[in-house]
């Protein structure tokens, strides 16, 4: 009586969970590529910037030395297209600090600007960032507070749009989709991929779950009330990822965290392979910390890991067939993803990247949990399991 064998019962079962997980990974990709092509992306309301009257904002600018971008990012802040009186306080922990020269440069060329270079001093905790934020926060005259990194660039209207939704009395923060704007590297062209193609559909993906409840840091804006019902910045001092606390916790105070259909740049130093592992590896201990259950099953969307692992243990003409399925949708996904955030032209010739940054993103899922010690600004830092980071 024909049949299986029983001892090939375990390369069966392997074949059938590694093929349904190969399946799983497509269908998972095909929700994040519809879900990011249904979000208005770079569309605006026009109501939005004709508003009759804008309300006056406090800018926050936390900066630490120069590189080639700095001034014109910096710049871009200086010629936001607003309606409203803008205030705009650029933190340093030090006069001597070589993005110093560069404020005082464009404080000379927009005279009416209603800036300042403020000296904050030293850290008052683990982030030095959010020790800068701290103190311009006390400086800041008006209600609305929109606070940005230094290697941000901003469209003319990026003000304006991020602004408006607050007029909503539920929407408690307001922040945007970046995109990496100067892959000077191999290796940035590969953390291109991790955040210009996956990163904006993966959070899409979340918010058709439920509602957003953290914030990406390039751009948020928010009330100074908001600010103050969390314990102000003062009670992020020790956190790493300050974006995702500050969102979380005016989200857990029931109020809406709204993404803005703008697309801000941000402008990094050359990196070579070595710093963005250590990024990739940094970010990737952080999310696991701050959203433990939801980085823990990323790893199934993985659509190259899956069906490569499935053709490895059943390298048949069919499974063959469906692995190249596989990978041709997740390629295709991710350039068209790409193109869509940075609105840059496709590099079909790097396609090959798509499934290398799989690969080694499989990794690096793996040694976020095999430590939790991160380096950060040249700081050796371990990070607990609530997100406060300690100095070792």
């Given at each position: 009586?024909?049949?299986?064998?029983?001892?090939?019962y375990?390369?069966?079962?392997l074949?059938?969970?590694?093929g349904?997980?190969?399946?799983?990974?497509?269908a998972?990709?095909?929700w994040?590529?519809l879900?990011?092509?249904?979000f208005?992306?770079?569309?605006r309301?026009?109501?939005?910037?004709?508003?009759?009257s804008?309300?006056a904002?406090?800018?926050l600018?936390?900066?630490k030395?120069?590189?080639a971008a700095?001034?014109?990012?910096l710049?871009?802040?200086?010629?936001?297209?607003y309606?409203?009186?803008?205030?705009?306080?650029?933190?340093?922990?030090?006069?001597e600090?070589?993005?110093c020269e560069?404020?005082?440069?464009?404080?000379?060329e927009f005279?009416?600007?209603?800036?300042?270079?403020?000296?904050?001093g030293?850290?008052l905790?683990?982030n030095?960032?959010?020790?800068?934020?701290v103190?311009?926060?006390?400086?800041?005259?008006h209600?609305v507070?929109?606070l940005s990194?230094?290697?941000?660039?901003v469209?003319?209207d990026?003000?304006?749009q991020v602004?408006?939704?607050?007029?909503?009395p539920?929407t408690?923060?307001?922040n945007c989709f970046y995109c990496?704007?100067?892959?000077?590297?191999?290796?940035?062209?590969?953390?291109v991929?991790a955040?210009?193609?996956?990163?904006?559909?993966?959070?899409?993906?979340?918010?058709?779950l439920?509602?957003?409840?953290?914030?990406?840091g390039?751009?948020?804006?928010?009330?100074?009330?908001?600010?103050?019902?969390?314990?102000?910045?003062?009670?992020?001092?020790?956190?790493l990822?300050?974006?995702y606390?500050l969102?979380?916790?005016i989200?857990?105070?029931?109020?809406?965290?709204?993404?803005?259909?703008?697309?801000v740049?941000?402008?990094a130093?050359?990196?070579?392979?070595?710093?963005?592992?250590?990024?990739?590896?940094?970010?990737?201990r952080?999310?696991?910390?701050?959203?433990?259950?939801?980085?823990?099953?990323?790893?199934?969307s993985?659509?190259?890991?899956w069906?490569?692992?499935?053709?490895?243990a059943?390298?048949?003409a069919?499974?063959l067939a469906c692995?190249?399925?596989?990978?041709?949708v997740?390629v295709?996904s991710?350039?068209?993803?790409?193109?869509?955030?940075s609105?840059?032209?496709?590099?079909y010739?790097l396609?090959?990247l798509?499934?290398v940054?799989?690969?080694?993103?499989?990794?690096?899922w793996?040694l976020?949990?095999l430590g939790?010690r991160?380096?950060?600004?040249g700081?050796?830092?371990?990070?607990?399991?609530?997100?406060v980071?300690?100095?070792?």
């Amino acid at each position: 009586m024909g049949g299986t064998n029983h001892d090939e019962y375990p390369a069966v079962i392997l074949n059938l969970i590694l093929g349904s997980l190969a399946l799983l990974s497509l269908a998972l990709t095909l929700w994040q590529w519809l879900v990011a092509r249904r979000f208005p992306l770079h569309q605006r309301d026009p109501r939005l910037a004709t508003l009759g009257s804008q309300p006056a904002v406090t800018l926050l600018k936390p900066l630490k030395g120069r590189d080639a971008a700095t001034e014109d990012c910096l710049r871009s802040w200086f010629a936001q297209q607003y309606a409203g009186p803008v205030q705009i306080l650029l933190g340093v922990a030090e006069a001597e600090d070589r993005a110093c020269e560069v404020v005082r440069k464009l404080m000379g060329e927009f005279p009416g600007s209603d800036a300042r270079l403020v000296v904050c001093g030293p850290p008052l905790g683990a982030n030095a960032k959010v020790s800068q934020l701290v103190e311009l926060a006390r400086q800041a005259k008006h209600d609305v507070i929109v606070l940005s990194d230094a290697d941000v660039r901003v469209p003319p209207d990026c003000l304006a749009q991020v602004v408006a939704p607050l007029q909503q009395p539920e929407t408690g923060l307001v922040n945007c989709f970046y995109c990496l704007a100067n892959p000077a590297t191999l290796a940035m062209r590969w953390e291109v991929i991790a955040i210009n193609a996956d990163f904006w559909s993966q959070v899409l993906q979340a918010r058709s779950l439920k509602p957003v409840d953290f914030a990406l840091g390039a751009v948020m804006a928010m009330r100074r009330q908001r600010l103050a019902e969390i314990g102000g910045f003062e009670a992020l001092v020790d956190c790493l990822a300050d974006d995702y606390q500050l969102g979380n916790r005016i989200a857990r105070r029931g109020y809406r965290i709204a993404l803005s259909p703008v697309v801000v740049e941000c402008w990094a130093a050359p990196m070579g392979w070595a710093a963005v592992w250590k990024h990739q590896l940094r970010w990737a201990r952080t999310i696991r910390v701050c959203q433990p259950v939801p980085y823990f099953f990323s790893i199934l969307s993985n659509a190259t890991l899956w069906p490569v692992l499935w053709l490895a243990a059943k390298p048949a003409a069919p499974a063959l067939a469906c692995v190249a399925g596989c990978l041709l949708v997740r390629v295709i996904s991710a350039l068209n993803l790409e193109h869509r955030l940075s609105r840059s032209r496709p590099l079909y010739g790097l396609a090959w990247l798509v499934p290398v940054k799989d690969l080694l993103q499989a990794a690096i899922w793996l040694l976020a949990y095999l430590g939790n010690r991160i380096e950060w600004h040249g700081q050796q830092l371990r990070l607990c399991p609530d997100g406060v980071m300690v100095r070792t």
